[in-house]
């Protein structure tokens, strides 16, 4: 007996050793929510400035301005490439005098608050408005001018000007109208008078209040002489409904929401008119039941145009979204022809299309993953293949530019250079015959250029999430004129900022590359166990973790949760992205629920097998719109590793989400049947009939499986992901009997709006509750804005 009361004290001995060993490395991370506080996206904003510089350049010139702030202030540079020339814009103390003097009250030299900053190329000066005065600026004698009063009109917003400002085209009830620019009497010409409620002309097309006049879908073509409208049949499609609650008497705001599978889908089709008989004409599209002509996803919405109004083209694709057609429409007759056509199963990367249409139409660069990876292709004026201007196993993505006067393309690549993150952007220049392919960003990182009309110069950032951010002028040849900014720490470094750790790790398969970005805290200790959070994304159209050097956004947020206490990572996943090659971005076809988990699980394993610092007892994840369908999953489909989720926003049933996302990624089925019906003369005759079908597993399937904590969030009139997604969630956990958080923000849309600094600081609270055993004995959170 005393033999096993020793046994059984030492047992125990050891019991609650061990439990003193995890209760007191648990302890080690209390909840710093002051560190967080130090460095949320708004403070380290104010510790940097600027993170990217966008290049102004003046129309036909090698001239540019920027403007740049940092923690010296705010600042406006004017550079002429072709001189190799940079100079302030103005004096900023010369200009804060001339505006005390006007307004007999002191201007800050070093936060200028010039509103709508611009060039207007006509009149060769600057413009801009402080408080209700406008102001123009002429750079070469340092003039100042006061102009003319601002309306207290809220606008303009209903004109849409044709490129050489001789007409307005807008909407009025729904039908197309156009007036004179410089008509003094504003005399209105009616174009149509079909126009209805969700069949419209109108860009509000549902639209009941309102006989003003509104901002038309009209769209110009750039001789000005006609203009085109993508007119969409949105009057058999059912209504949704979202409600705000906070209006003084609760308000139903209606609106059309076609859902994966349904019957009555939009119908599609194109007008144009003519500026000098004021006729328009409808072009001939009709081919497929259920097609689009252009849409989402599409560069430039699949709908281009040239210097001349003769022609139009237009990207068809069937619903299914693994046909597509090149349709080169004439405007005068109506009539269409079929250049090209292109199968992809099991559907096109319409994200990444694209066609140039080169001078006029006489021949065409096209974007196609025909080979697996998306390459550009050279068509003649009548369709036929001429030559593959890039070859390679690579993708190419966005065209920055053509230089047609020297046949040149520059286009964004990504992939091609050995041993550097493949989703890192590169910019390229190649010839249209496929000859003279040459990299003109050379750096390690991730790109993006702006070119001059010329085309013989650019602007270059390029960064990575632990490279800040450097802007450098080019010539056409890669070759560096000058170094115009880069992002300046030391202030963040001061207050203990680190920069976050790019990695990679294996998929769940063992062989595919995936890539990620992990955040710690500025107190980070590696003897230390942290608890570690996982943000998620699925894709299939982006990943969730920062290409470029970032404190806005999704990256900040990451950033300011680690601070907290947590180790913070997000990575990508088979599936996730369309820069990769074709079987990698279609990897989640017809497996919209769970294709991304097993990557995400296995991942983090890896992470921590080397990382002794990350606690994988204590895992949580979470995510927004997708990302928040995503956590929801992963907490339901592996219960034993996730063991706390917050999810905001989302689509957890894609049956009653939007139908692009859920029928392109997850898939639609077409039956064509022979159906018997009556035709115009009584008789009855036997027409084809196509219908469309398509379900997708929903997360409330899983509600059973809920064993950690799970806090879902909702805005009450999202009406991009409507709140039915989470409701029905709600609805299983409850029918499950499981115990469950949720928020909903009254009046929010889909991206929280005003609630977002509240939000975070639940996200803060929820994980710091659940992972580091945080009790909170107070009631308020530091919001730094009023909600109201």
């Known amino acids: 007996m005393k033999q096993f009361y020793r046994l059984t004290l030492s047992v125990l001995s050891f019991f609650f050793l061990l439990c003193f060993q995890i209760t007191g490395d648990a302890a080690a991370q209390e909840a710093n ?86 060039y207007d190329s006509e009149r060769g000066l600057f413009t801009f ?55 003094p009497d504003s005399t209105e010409i009616r174009l ?12 509000d097309h549902g639209d009941t209040t309102s006989t003003k006049r509104l901002r038309s879908r009209a769209q110009w073509f750039e001789d000005s002489e006609k203009l085109y409208v993508k007119r969409q049949d949105w009057r058999e499609v059912d209504d949704l409904w979202v409600i705000n609650t906070i209006k003084p008497r609760p308000e139903l705001e209606t609106y059309k929401y076609n859902l994966p599978g349904e019957d009555n889908h939009y119908q599609d089709e194109i007008m144009v008119f003519d500026m000098e008989s004021h006729e328009g004409i409808r072009l001939d599209t009709d081919k497929w039941p259920d097609q689009s002509l252009g ?130 952007a590169h910019y390229y220049k190649v010839e249209f015959d496929g000859d003279g392919q040459e990299l003109i960003t050379p750096e390690n990182a991730n790109h993006t250029i702006s070119m001059s009309d010329s085309r013989d110069y650019y602007v270059q950032n390029y960064s990575r999430p632990d490279l800040p951010t450097k802007a450098v002028l080019r010539d056409n040849r890669g070759r560096a004129v000058m170094d115009l900014e880069g992002v300046n720490l030391d202030a963040m470094y001061e207050a203990g900022y680190t920069l976050p750790e790019e990695f990679s790790v294996k998929a769940a398969d063992g062989s595919t590359d995936l890539y990620g970005v992990m955040w710690k805290p500025a107190d980070f200790d590696s003897t230390k166990n942290y608890p570690v959070i996982s943000y998620v994304y699925p894709g299939p159209q982006v990943e969730p973790y920062p290409r470029s050097f970032s404190i806005n956004g999704s ?59 990350m606690d994988l007892d204590r895992v949580g994840i979470y995510g927004h719109s997708g990302g928040g369908f995503m956590s929801t999953a992963a907490l339901l489909t592996y219960p034993d590793f996730y063991k706390v989720a917050v999810s905001s926003a989302g689509n957890h049933d894609n049956n009653v989400y939007n139908i692009w996302w859920s029928e392109i990624h997850h898939g639609v ?55 039915a997604n989470t409701y029905r969630m709600a609805d299983a956990l409850v029918r499950a009997g499981k115990r469950f958080d949720m928020m909903i923000f009254p009046e929010a849309r889909h991206g929280f709006g005003r609630y977002s600094s509240y939000f975070e600081r639940m996200l803060w609270d929820y994980f710091a509750e659940h992972l580091l055993d945080y009790q909170e004995e107070g009631v308020d959170y530091n919001i730094p804005d009023h909600l109201d």
């Open 295 to 424: 849409g989402v996803y599409f560069s430039d919405g699949g709908i281009y145009t040239s210097d001349e109004s003769d022609y139009l083209w237009i990207l068809r694709r069937n619903r299914t979204w693994d046909e597509i057609d090149v349709v080169k429409a004439n405007t005068e007759t109506g009539e269409t022809e079929v250049l090209w056509s292109e199968t992809s199963k099991p559907y096109f990367n319409v994200m990444n299309s694209y066609l140039g249409v080169i001078e006029n139409g006489s021949e065409y660069i096209w974007w196609s993953e025909r080979t697996g990876w998306g390459q550009l292709y050279r068509y003649d004026s009548e369709g036929n293949l001429r030559n593959r201007v890039t070859d390679g196993f690579f993708m190419v993505g966005d065209v920055a530019a053509i230089d047609t006067s020297a046949s040149t393309i520059y286009f964004q690549g990504y992939g091609k250079e050995e041993g550097r993150n493949p989703f890192h």
């Open 555 to 613: 990256a900040a947020r990451a950033h300011t949760l680690s601070q907290v206490g947590f180790v913070v990572v997000a990575m990508g996943n088979r599936g996730g992205s369309p820069l990769r090659e074709k079987w990698y971005h279609n990897y989640g076809y017809d497996n919209l629920r769970d294709y991304a988990l097993a990557d995400n699980r296995y991942g983090i394993e890896q992470l921590a097998a080397r990382r002794d610092y």
């Open 192 to 203: 149509t008078e079909d126009g209805e409620r969700w069949y419209s002309y109108q860009a």
């Open 33 to 118: 929510f002051e560190l967080a506080e130090q460095f949320t996206s708004e403070k380290m904003q104010k510790m940097t400035g600027n993170t990217f510089l966008r290049a102004r350049w003046i129309e036909d010139e090698d001239r540019f301005w920027y403007e740049w702030e940092d923690t010296e202030g705010k600042r406006w540079e004017f550079v002429d490439a072709g001189d190799q020339s940079r100079r302030p814009l103005f004096d900023r103390e010369e200009m804060a005098a001339q505006l005390s003097e006007e307004f007999n009250r002191g201007f800050n030299a070093r936060d200028l608050d010039l509103k709508d900053f611009d």
């Open 669 to 723: 089925s077409a039956e064509t049947d022979s159906v018997t019906v009556e035709n115009e003369d009584g008789e009855e005759v036997k027409k084809e009939e196509t219908t469309f079908r398509s379900t997708i597993p929903a997360n409330q399937e899983l509600a059973d499986n809920l064993q950690g904590r799970l806090l879902l969030v909702h805005g009450e009139i999202d009406n991009n992901v409507h709140p």
């Open 129 to 183: 408005h402080v408080d209700s005065l406008e102001f123009d600026y002429r750079i070469n004698g340092n003039e100042l001018v006061k102009g003319d009063s601002l309306e207290p009109d809220d606008s303009e917003e209903w004109q849409t000007f044709s490129p050489d400002s001789t007409w307005i085209a807008f909407a009025r009830e729904h039908d197309l109208y156009v007036m004179r620019a410089e008509d």
